[in-house]
Each structure stands twice: as structure tokens, then as C-alpha cells.
């Protein structure tokens, strides 16, 4: 499975362009094509620098994730002391003072909310790139054992 | 010394709580036990691959269980409802804190970690910074986290045992009924866990979240459906229930600051995600994707306790005002009778006895797994870490086993006294592990995945500052309740900006940017640990017993592959790699 292409330019330079490609185009095709041109071991990995087409699409996502991620933990919080009046009425229905179902239920909530669309796009992330969790974990579990054994004991 | 320990022992006893022996729940608890003992004897293990993360190989809802009954421990169980209770909006940071944590854990670290492929925490540390001390301190942190965290776990199951087991004072010279129950407890888990290893911990970890969620939600179901509080959803409907339990319950920043409740939440979220315990879950999974899946499956069946925790603890009030005494005001509540809550608000609700067991018996459940999961990644740092890595490192199997079997007799043992007199609540006392767990491992685990340039020099200065940061609330605030002679908090301006429990936010700061700003100073890592890190982020999917390293080190196929590039790189950063190969030279 592994497949990296070898080309002789800069890796940086290809990887740039591959991905205008798939961000521009957006088909599939295309991604996985420069997935299949990205070599992820000569690829810089710095979370405020990303530097594989792969990697850019997936921290839009984790960014975009945590933004929502931190309004739902502090922003109940935050309105609360900043306006205590409105945040603590009582719900209609439920009855609860607001900020108290907010935090109670809602951070938890949110939480898990986020996390099952996070794991959902980091899934279609991998469809897009051409990429198969399933049949190489199954094919190269053999293989493997040796390589961790040889690992373990130094 | 002996006066102060007297008003401590006397104050444990929790009031209202019925506290003798009863025959079916102590059947139910017993047989609770050799049920865990015969799944550990069964999965027993001989090698350490299956010690340790159990062969790599958990499924989904399976290690999703394990993550939710590693992490739900008698501070979810019992501490959390206490603090709700009597902590009133402030207790909701744990509701907070312990579940949005994983969150971050997955889009950061859960994927990245279970593609290094390592067995322990330390483990990545050391390998990920080259540096056998970066390594030693990593573990001797993990050793602090169990020994911190288990304390709480021991208070929580004496007390409930209390209720099952009875009175027992006397027995054990000097010891009064709640600590003789620390004794006997703790006793029961290190036999198990020193007889079953991490296999048997995993195995009986579905088997534990099983048995506490079952407890957990039916008292609380039963609770609200025969005292007329809810019928189908009681974690929607306690809300009704709020406006009549007095303004503490609810009020805001009435019993703690605006800065002590975000200072809290930060410390148990990034906390969360440095935990050992919980980050040994991801290399125990069979694929990458497993570690995500699963972490979703393990936040779900960690809301559903969370869920139901704050209903339980308003039901619990109301009827605590009902039946015994004002739950706020003076004399109020006794925090021992808050901290069996759970267990109480069942007794309250004269529910049949065997049913109060079945939920007392949920809560020991919960102590007795997350155990389990700290004191296997305390031991593993010690023997795996420190003795095999460090110390003697042609160690066979058999002696590695021994040293681990040895440090979790020595982990029991220290544990045992610390929760003799406990300094603090459940759940503070949990909260201080966490203020630990984020202000050194989380630091590490996030530059270490995220920023290829951090290096050891950055990670060794970090972690000592972060270290020493957290040392300096917990002598402040905790160390001087062991001292008889010293009151605390010795500085009460430090014990409000930087509270033990909510450290993390002082401390996590100046750690990223002490290890930072040492890592630009000092020469970048070799290209070996560099091409570690990017294979943690690389997408393309990797074998079940395969790590980082093996993928960078005799995947011959890459290397070829690699061409022209590598040796651009290579070109670019030759001397200092060679350089720092030299002197990393383990």
C-alpha cells in the first residue's frame, strides 16, 4: 500500500499546487490523487503551519471544531457573569434555571454532539483522500507482528 | 496530631446514612468482586504485550465501555453529586470538566497516539524527546497521578462500604470503621489487579461499566419514579425540582468565583487530556479509526452518567431536607453525608435494601475500575519506564512483571494511607491529579504531536516547570491538613489565583512556552524523530501491530521511495542530525 510517488522537485512546492487542485476542483479524484503525490514523512508537522493538503483539510476541521467546542464550554459561563439576570430565568417547560440546563446539559451534550460529527468528517476525509482503514488493517496485521517484536526489544 | 485526627475520624462517618451490616447487598458486593477476580483469573497474563494494552486489540463499543468505566470513577459516581449538592452551580464544573475534555483529546491526540504505537505514556514522552530522563519524569508523574487520584477512590469506597459491610472500628488497633473499610478495600483491589494485569482489567472493564451505569441510572430512576420527582427522563425533569431547593443550588458564583470556576473547568479538561490512564486506552485499540470511534462511544456512555449525575444530586438534597435537616445553612449538610449522597438519597427514598446495596455496590465498581487503569499505568511507568528502560534494561519478562506487581503492592500501600485522614473531598481530591496531569503530560503530548521542533531540552524544561508549578498550590493548600501544627491554606492570596485544584490554567501557559522558547533556542530534533511525528499525522492507514517508528525505521519501501526527498532533507539537516544522534545515543 505504500505509494508514494518519488519526484525529484521540492516536495513543498508539489504539495502546494496539488492541493490548490483539490481545494479548486473538490472531486474526489483529485484528492486522492494528491494524497497519493503528498510523501507525509518529508512534511513539515506544525499545527499552526500545515503543510500536506491532507493536513489542511483536517485542521479546518479541528479548528472549526474547538471555536464551536470552546463557545459551548465557557459561553454559558461567560453570559452568566456578564448578564446574570437574563441567564438565570427560568425555562419555560423544563424549568430549569437557564444557565444551569446550559452547563448541566448542554456542554456534555455539545460535546458529544461535536465529537460524532468530528469522527463523521475525519471519515469522509479519508473517502475523499482515496484512503481504506479497513482492508489494510486486516492485510498487514501479519506482517506487523514481526516488526513490533523487532521494536520491542531494543 | 491526635485531636485534630479525631474530629477528622468522627467527621467521616457520614450522618443519616445507615451504617451496619446487611446480608444481601454484602452478597451482592462479594459476589460482585469474585466475579472481577474470576474475569481477571481467566484473562490472566503471562507476557507484558498483554499487560500492558492487551494485545492491541479492542474493538469499538468494547474499548468504548473500557473508556467509560476507566474513567468513571467514585469521583463521577459519588464525588460529582456531592459537589452538586453542596457546591451547588460550582459542582457543575465536573459535570463539565470530565466529559468536554474529550473532545479535545480526540481531535488532537486520541488518532496521532494510537498511530505511535507505544505502550505507556512516559513511553511516548521518552521516545518522542530521545531522553531517558524525559522519560523518568514522565513516569514518576504517572506514578504521582495514580497515587494522587487512587486517594479519592479509597475514601469513596470506605464510605460506601460503610453502608454494606457496617461498623468495624476497633478492629484494626487505632483504626475507626471508615478506615478499617480503606484497609479492607484496598487490600481486595491490589489482589485483583496484581492477579489480572491490563487484560483482565480491560476485560472486566465492560463487565465494571456495565454493573455502574446499570446501578447508577435504576437508583436514579427509582428514586425519582417513587417519590414522585420524574417518570421517564429524570435528567430532563429534576429541572422542575431546582426553584425548591434554596438559591445554593443554582445561584451562580455564590459559593465560588467567575475566575475559580473557569480555572477549574480548564485545569479538569486539559487534565483530561494528559491523564495516563486514559491515553493507555488508544494503543489498546486495533486501528486509528477504532481510536476515534471509540472515544465517541466512551464520551456517550460517560453522558449518561453525567447526565443523570446532577438530577440525582437534586433529588438527594430535597430529600435529605425532607427527612434528616436544612441540606445549606448551618449546621447543613455534613460533607461525609454529602459524599454518599447517591447511596443515601436511595436509603432516603426507602427503597428495599438490596437495591440500596445494588447502588452502593455500583459506586465500589467504579473505584475498583479506574484503579485498575491508574494503578496499571502507575506500575507500567515504574517497571516498563524506569526499571526496563532505565535501570536494568536486559530485564526478562518474569522480572518485569514482578517489578510492576511490586509497584502496584507499593501503590496500594501508599494510597492506603493517604486516604486514612483524606485531605479533601472525592472529587478535589481527584481534581488535583488532573491539575497535574495537564500542567506536565498535556504540554508534552500536545507540542510532541503537533510541533516537530520541540525537543528534549524543551520537554525537560517544561515538564520540571511544570512540575514545580504544580507543587507549589499543593504544599500551599493540601500538605499542611497532614500537618497538624499548620493551618490552611498558608497563603490565602495564592490559594484564590491559583487554586490547587484549578492550577492548570497558570501553570499550562507558562509551560507551552517555557518548552517552546527552550526548543527554538537549542538544536532541532533528529530527522528520525521528526519523521516519527509526521507519520503520526500521516493519513495512510497502518498495521494493527504497528508503530510510528517501525513504519519510519525498516519501512524499506519508504525509504526507497522517498528518493531524491529524503536526501534533500537529509542534506538540509545532516550535521545537526548526525550531531544529535550522536548524543541521543541511548
Redo the contacts between chains.
Sequence with gaps: ????????S??NAGGRAADDAATDGGVAATAAQA?NDT?????????LNPSTP??RD?LR??WT??AI?VL???GP??L??LA?GP??I??PI????L???L???G??????I???W??RR??A??EK?G???AN??KS??G???A??D???DE | MTRSSLLLQSDLLPEALDISFKLVPAILVLSMLGLFLTIGFVFRVADTDNMWVAGRSIGNLENGMAIGANWMSAASYLGMAASIALAGFYGLVFVVGWTTGYFILLIFLAAQLRRFGKYTAPDFVGDRFNSDSARAIAAVTTFLIGFVYAIGQAKGMALVSLYIFGDYGGLIPGLDGYQVMVVFMMTITVGYLTLSGMMGATKNQAVQYTILIVAFVAGLYAVGWTQGYSTVLPQLEYGALISQLGSEFSEPFASSSYYLWVATTFSLIVGTCGLPHVLVRFYTVESERTARWSTVWGLFFICILYWSAPAFAAFGTDLYSQNVGPTYGDPGMASAASEVIVVLAAQLAELPQWFVGLVAAGGIAAAIATVAGLFIAGSSAISHDIYTNIINEDATQRQQILVGRLSIVALGALTTLAALNPASSIAALVGYAFSLAGSVLFPMFFLGMWWENANRQGALAGMTTGLTLWSIPMINQIVPTYIGSLEAPLSAGLAQWMPAIGSALITLPIVFVVTIVVSMATDEPSLETKRIVRQCHSPEPMGQQETAEDVVADGGEDVATDGGRAVDDAAAEGDRADGDAAAEDR
Design positions: 500500500m505504500t505509494d508514494n510517488s518519488s519526484h525529484d521540492g516536495d494524497h510523501d507525509y514523512l518529508g512534511a513539515e508537522v506544525n499545527i491532507y493536513m483536517h476541521i479541528v471544531g474547538f467546542w459551548a464550554v465557557w459561563v461567560t452568566t457573569r446574570p441567564m438565570t427560568q425555562m423544563l424549568g430549569f434555571p444557565h444551569y440546563f452547563v448541566a446539559f456542554a456534555p451534550t455539545s460535546a458529544l461535536l465529537a460524532f468530528y469522527s475525519r471519515d476525509l479519508d483522500y484512503i481504506d482503514h489494510v488493517t498487514e496485521s506482517t506487523g507482528v516488526a513490533t523487532g521494536g520491542a
